[in-house]
């Protein structure tokens, strides 16, 4: 049946004016349902230019060499601290456009513009999620910034798909598990702060969720389950799940903070509907959205790999 949209999805009319609030309400809940990435990284909403400016701290002084012992009379010695600025530019926005057919509309038995609405947001957000995780691998592959230590692969064969791989989809987990412990130390040995988060897709995640440990009741304590499908934490990391990340080769997962990466946001999600009159009445419908991502802090990013 046709899209009856008004004030909300349930209720109302077709016309394109009374359908303008709903193809937005539609979308925008499809798009925030699909991202992972977004809210784990540093972000900058703009309403004009051309970027944004991000600030990247240095590093903690663990040699005590701007620490000097005071002597009565003597001038202070003044050192410079270690900071940076990072300008992050704004790419092309992108979008996606769907032309509805009205006699197509009249004639199916399911909500046409509904279905389109989804896709669209869920195109959107996925376009972003895959933006935001490959500057996170970027940045596990970056040279360091304002002192900062140098991003981090952790490599691990016995990983899925590696050379000497588990035999087990529990011990595959094991596997992992181990990796995130020492994905999780590089973070904080670099004097990195913040909550760290580590994404994997479907498949990796499973295994975790069978390893011996992740979820047993004898090392954890309500940390997901076999019957829930879900783990929440592993060695202090928040563990998420995706289908974005890159398709880098050996790629199993991305362990990163918040300041690893940073978006500069022109605008989130436009929505507009328009009836073509040369398409007999056709609507058109699409979503748009403009940013940009880039390298933050290396030493708070790294790339899980099993070569």
């Not at 304002?146 to 087990?168: E, H, K, Q, R, Y």
């Not at 702060?193 to 069978?210: E, I, K, R």
């Not at 328009?274 to 940009?292: I, M, N, P, T, Y």
Request: proline share 2%.
């Amino acid at each position: 049946m046709a899209f009856t949209g008004a004030t909300t999805p349930e209720t109302g009319t077709t016309s394109t004016s009374t359908l303008t609030r709903d193809v937005y309400i539609d979308t925008l809940a499809a798009f925030n349902r699909s991202l992972v990435f977004s809210e784990y990284i540093y972000k900058q909403t703009i309403d004009g230019g051309t970027g944004g400016q991000f600030i990247v701290e240095g590093k903690e002084d663990t040699t005590d060499g701007s620490i000097t012992t005071y002597t009565s009379g003597a001038q202070i010695d003044v050192t410079n601290g270690t900071q940076d600025e990072r300008l992050v530019n704004l790419d092309r926005p992108y979008y996606e456009a769907r032309r509805i057919d009205r006699f197509k509309e009249a004639t199916s038995r399911y909500d046409v513009i509904r279905m389109q609405l989804n896709q669209i947001g869920a195109n959107l957000a996925a376009k972003r999620d895959r933006k935001i995780a490959a500057a996170i691998e970027a940045a596990s592959l970056a040279t360091g910034r304002a002192g900062n230590g140098n991003g981090t692969v952790v490599v691990n064969t016995a990983l899925p798909a590696g050379a000497a791989a588990a035999a087990t989809p529990a011990l595959l987990g094991d596997e992992i598990a181990e990796s995130i412990f020492a994905a999780v130390a590089a973070i904080q040995l670099s004097d990195a702060n913040g909550d760290v988060y580590v994404a994997l897709n479907p498949t990796n995640y499973s295994y975790l969720v069978q390893s011996g440990k992740a979820v047993n009741a004898d090392y954890t304590s309500s940390n997901g389950g076999f019957d829930t499908g879900k783990v929440m934490k592993v060695g202090g990391a928040n563990v998420v799940m995706t289908n974005h990340l890159p398709a880098t080769a050996g790629l199993i997962a991305l362990a990163f903070t918040a300041q690893a990466a940073g978006m500069v946001e022109l605008w989130s999600l436009n929505t507009a509907i328009d009836e073509q009159e040369d398409f007999l009445g056709a609507k058109l419908v699409s979503g748009s959205c403009c940013d940009g991502v880039g390298v933050l802090r290396p030493n708070c990013a790294v790339s899980i790999k099993n070569v």
